[in-house]
């Protein structure tokens, strides 16, 4: 995704499995809330001679609204999308704003219930950024959320300068940042899935790498390489 100040924020989309998990999840929460509420309310229907109307009229908002009142105070996430660690974001890296919420929430009847989900699972399916009706029109998509992630003063107190850290390939400042996001991608996937195709896939970009630094002798320890081009390309440009 690239946001209005040209940064570049990388996201896993949300599998279409923990998509439907979190929906069957939200579902079981809400019925078992439902419940609970009926309980109550049958007993004051009861006691305080309350019509039966009533009950309808004090469920149907816990039903109706669930998604709509938790994703928008809660960042994205109802209960279940937490639980499943992923959450909705703007596709153009903006903070999501009420609007956002009430158009995905709007399509929810055509999407999901008028289907029963069918359109949902075709519409995500074929679209290249995971994106149901309301997230096409929301501008919207969900994507995993990794609350794990962090970064402690320690790390920061960490961080190499100019004056505390010579780097060795000085002219990789020429890089494009594009260029250094691709070499980090392709070491993350190698690291990931260390299979035949990354180990490829890593040695033809470390070649590449290297005739563009114009080094006559590819590294062996390709890894490192990349790693230290990557620190020393923060160093040389923050």
Not at 18 to 47: H, P
Not at 85 to 112: A, C, N, P, S
Not at 157 to 182: A, C, G, W
Not at 191 to 216: D, G
Request: proline fraction near 2%; aromatic fraction near 8%.
């Amino acid at each position: 995704m690239q946001t209005t100040q040209n940064v570049t924020i990388n996201y896993d989309l949300a599998l279409l499995r923990d998509r439907i998990l979190a929906f069957i999840l939200d579902s079981v929460i809400v019925g078992i809330t439902v419940l609970l509420i009926a309980n109550v309310l049958f007993g004051l229907v009861l006691d305080l001679g309350l019509s039966v109307e009533f009950q309808y009229l004090v469920l149907a908002p816990v039903f109706t609204f669930y998604t709509l009142v938790m994703e928008s105070l809660n960042q994205g996430q109802t209960i279940g999308k937490m639980a499943l660690r992923i959450k909705v974001v703007r596709i153009d890296g903006e903070q999501m704003v009420f609007t956002d919420y009430l158009l995905r929430w709007v399509f929810r009847m055509v999407d999901i219930w008028m289907s029963m989900g069918a359109i949902a699972i075709v519409v995500i399916s074929s679209s290249s950024k995971g994106q149901r009706l309301g997230d096409l029109v929301s501008n919207t998509t969900v994507v995993k959320a990794n609350p794990s992630l962090f970064v402690s003063l320690r790390d920061i107190q960490q961080i190499k300068t100019t004056s505390n850290y010579t780097p060795q390939y000085p002219d990789v400042r020429h890089f494009r940042e594009q260029d250094m996001l691709t070499i980090k991608q392709t070491l993350d996937r190698y690291l990931k899935f260390h299979n035949k195709a990354h180990s490829e896939a890593l040695s033809q970009l470390t070649e590449s790498v290297c005739e563009k630094l114009q080094i006559t002798v590819v590294p062996d320890k390709k890894v490192e390489f990349l790693r230290g081009l990557i620190k020393d390309y923060i160093v040389l440009t923050r």
